[in-house]
């Protein structure tokens, strides 16, 4: 009998608990749908090194969050030690979601650590700024901020799929943009504020904050969608760049991605903008709320008027696009539409990701 093939995870983890729901499930869907052992290693607090050549894996996943402790000297100590204790053998992947920061220390870990396969969130016309071919050690591929899970699914099947029976009109929820994320910081909050703003003129409910109030972890935030006709939104990204890593590190910030470097140390760049499909869309496509979205690409997984409505980065049709999630008939079939192409074609779930990466990398 063939002897199982070991996956080790590289994470870090020390900040909030409970962990958000969709970080919780990237972690872990190598752990559901990987055809073997799977050993998870948190390097954000001390560890030997041993511990890591002893479990002699076949393959080494370096989690978003492992690659986040570049920020810090203690963490990208860390991580060398980790690289270097691997047995060479052991294929390798990369998995960052932070590429418009400290960009230089990340392709220098990526040549250093001999990764196998760099899984990406960028659009591929930005690959060859980012990582340029002629110095390119490894392959790369697309890769989502989050995918489709089982228990998204199940908890979406609890909630009314009829727009018109839900309470809500409108809900949001951001977090406090900083001046770093450039313009897209501010539509991440203007948007929520916008929304509200034509609920109150409407006379309709909305459930939306911004600045972070309000938080929702778990399936809090599923539940609200639940209960919402529409969701307002804009890509996840940011339209400053650190391409140098000029960042001033902090050795007491603490390895996690709610870590916010200050605004004064980052080298302004404007003349590429990084855009990606965030966690949310998926959830809302799942519950079968009615996107309301700022026009872009999103990941390419998601198109302007079938999957969700698009209103202009001004933000100036904002009333009319909302205004459509009241029209029962149009709302319906875009979100059943979205719904259809996300979850029951079931292309963008972590079994059918988890298992292509495993063929690539261990064919």
Do not use: C
């Amino acid at each position: 009998m063939p002897r199982r093939p070991t996956l080790l995870v590289i994470y870090a983890w020390r900040g909030q608990w409970p962990m958000r729901r969709w970080e919780h499930r990237r972690i872990f869907a190598w752990k559901a749908h990987f055809p073997g052992r799977v050993v998870f290693f948190n390097i954000a607090f001390p560890f030997k090194a041993r511990w890591l050549t002893a479990l002699d894996p076949d393959m080494v996943v370096f989690d978003a969050t492992a690659l986040a402790a570049r920020y810090t000297p203690t963490g990208w100590d860390a991580l060398g030690e980790v690289a270097a204790a691997l047995p060479a053998h052991a294929r390798r992947v990369a998995a960052p979601l932070d590429e418009f920061l400290s960009l230089g220390r990340l392709r220098a870990f990526l040549g250093e650590a001999r990764i196998d396969l760099l899984l990406t969130a960028l659009e591929p016309a930005l690959w060859e700024a980012f990582y340029p071919a002629a110095g390119r050690g490894y392959a790369i591929r697309r890769f989502l901020t989050a995918y489709v899970d089982d228990d998204l699914v199940r908890t979406a099947r609890r909630v009314s799929p009829d727009l018109a029976a839900r309470p809500i009109a409108v809900s949001y929820r951001a977090w406090s943009a900083p001046a770093w994320l450039g313009e897209m910081g501010l539509l991440k909050r203007e948007v929520g504020l916008r929304a509200a703003d034509w609920a109150r003129r409407r006379g309709h409910v909305a459930d939306v904050a911004v600045d972070g109030e309000r938080r929702l972890v778990g399936d809090d935030w599923i539940r609200l969608l639940g209960a919402s006709r529409a969701v307002a939104g804009v890509e996840g990204g940011s339209s400053l760049l650190d391409p140098a890593g000029v960042l001033a590190l902090d050795e007491t910030s603490p390895l996690t991605q709610d870590w916010k470097p200050p605004p004064s140390t980052v080298r302004l760049d404007g003349s590429l903008e990084v855009r990606a499909l965030s966690p949310r869309h998926l959830e809302a496509a799942a519950t079968r709320t009615f996107q309301v979205l700022v026009e872009g690409d999103y990941s390419g997984v998601l198109e302007a008027g079938v999957h969700y409505q698009p209103v202009r980065r001004d933000l100036s049709d904002m009333d009319q696009a909302l205004d459509l999630s009241r029209d029962p008939a149009y709302a319906q079939a875009m979100v059943d539409r979205a719904y259809e192409h996300v979850v029951s074609s079931g292309r963008f779930t972590w079994r059918a990701v988890v298992g292509d990466v495993v063929r690539q990398v261990l064919a």
